[in-house]
């Protein structure tokens, strides 16, 4: 059992790092289609990301719903290969939002790793991928990007480009599930504050 968590922790760690590198590659995409990052952001900019945001589902409901998707994300694996038991691992973080939401009170919060012990075998991920990318059309994340396919070693991002929300899976001996809730604003922010009444 002890020997099994090991291998499980390092192949989740492998995995992670993969996410990583894909995200610094796509970071840097953006700052090349994005010009001078280091210029701040206007109150013009802010006031019209300010107004984006509004018009979105707050943040706790934005989470509950990409949740919601990693989880039926995990039982069509489990559909397709009897038997996968998951957990959640690691721990929820909320952060601020890139530009130009960066001066707002928007949020975006990386959600726990759903995680299986079982791999999805080479013959099946084409499906599951495939079955994937329709749940995590649900959140608009509807823009797949290919980061690993290669025999026992896959990795998919699917993305909302509207508001930043990704669902990613991965799968080396492990199957990986993890999920960004995109810039929203928290409910307590999305309603005006009470004025008293005399």
Request: glycine share 8%.
């Amino acid at each position: 059992m002890k020997l099994s968590f090991e291998r499980t922790t390092i192949v989740v760690g492998a995995i992670a790092l993969a996410l990583v590198v894909g995200a610094v590659l796509v970071i840097g995409r953006q700052l090349m289609t994005e010009g001078d990052s280091s210029k701040p952001t206007s109150d013009k900019e802010t006031a019209a990301a300010t107004q984006r945001l509004l018009g979105r589902p707050s943040l706790e409901d934005a989470e509950a719903q990409l949740r919601s998707a990693v989880e039926q994300i995990a039982a069509a694996g489990t559909d397709l290969i009897p038997g996968m038991q998951w957990s959640w691992n690691r721990e929820r973080t909320p952060s601020g939002c890139d530009k130009p939401y960066d001066r707002t009170d928007g949020r975006i919060v990386y959600l726990q790793e759903y995680v299986s012990n079982t791999p999805v075998p080479d013959n099946v991920w084409q499906a599951f991928a495939e079955r994937a990318h329709a749940i995590a059309a649900q959140v608009g994340a509807t823009t797949p990007e290919t980061m690993q396919n290669a025999p026992g070693n896959h990795d998919v991002w699917f993305f909302n480009p509207e508001d930043g929300t990704t669902i990613k899976i991965g799968s080396q001996v492990a199957t990986v599930i993890s999920g960004t809730v995109g810039c929203h604003l928290p409910a307590s922010r999305l309603t005006p504050p009470t004025r008293p009444t005399s």
